[in-house]
């Protein structure tokens, strides 16, 4: 079964360093996403991304923040100046279409340390 | 905020069927009920969903009230592998849907030997 893959697995940085986290959508999938959760919080929304653009944003997602899809595989979220409670699971997702009947499939994620 | 409401926690004996509540008596026409667990901070995992009848697939059962208000996702012979937040998530279906999921608390399962 296709899924969605995410490196690096776990990513330690030094604070105030970029840091470039990756994603491989499932290959026919057209809507991508990026969810965090910090430890022992609720999974949360990033943004959402559909033919090159960004759909929606949240608070979170502020000018720190960027998504790219630089080529028809990867899917990729930069942080540009990482500060300490940027630290948590960062979930990558992609669906065919837009939910309703078509669920969102999740990687297994990476893991952010801020040191 | 979730638009949901689910229990914290509820235990199993293993091979037992394990049914999880889920409050959404807000719900509009064009919602589906969407079921997901995460099983130790892995990625959420996709279940089942709904809009209006009784769904089956493989890994569950999720039984709608007919005034839609409220589900139960049914696992029929749960195992230790189980084990996970099971998270219920309305979610919108029109013009103006970004395919955000917005995550509750979710109800910690835990099936015991």
């Known amino acids: 079964e296709p899924e969605v893959t995410q490196t690096p697995s776990h990513q330690v940085t030094q604070m105030g360093q970029e840091v470039i986290l990756r994603c491989v959508p499932i290959s026919n999938h057209l809507y991508f996403y990026w969810y965090r959760q910090i430890l022992g919080q609720k999974v949360e929304f990033l943004v959402s991304?559909?033919?090159?653009?960004?759909?929606?944003k949240s608070e979170i997602f502020d000018d720190q923040f960027s998504v790219e899809r630089p080529d028809g595989s990867n899917f990729t979220l930069k942080i540009r100046s990482t500060k300490l409670e940027d630290s948590a699971m960062y979930f990558c997702a992609s669906s065919m279409r837009l939910q309703g009947d078509q669920p969102q499939h999740f990687g297994d994620g990476t893991r952010l340390s801020i040191l | 905020d979730a638009k949901t409401t689910q229990p914290p926690s509820m235990d199993c004996a293993e091979g037992r069927a394990a049914n999880l509540p889920c409050n959404h008596s807000?719900?509009?026409?064009?919602?589906?009920v969407y079921w997901y667990r995460q099983i130790h901070s892995q990625g959420p995992q996709y279940i089942i969903h709904?809009?209006?009848n009784n769904e089956t697939n493989e890994m569950a059962s999720l039984i709608i009230t007919e005034d839609r208000k409220s589900s139960t996702l049914i696992l029929p012979h749960a195992t230790l592998r189980d084990t996970a937040v099971y998270y219920c998530?309305?979610?919108?279906?029109?013009?103006?849907?970004?395919?955000?999921?917005?995550f509750g608390q979710g109800t910690t399962l835990q099936v015991k030997p």
């Open positions: 807000t719900i509009s026409g064009n919602e589906y």
């Open positions: 998530i309305v979610i919108f279906e029109g013009s103006g849907n970004t395919g955000k999921l917005i």
């Open positions: 991304f559909y033919n090159n653009e960004i759909s929606e």
């Open positions: 709904g809009l209006k």
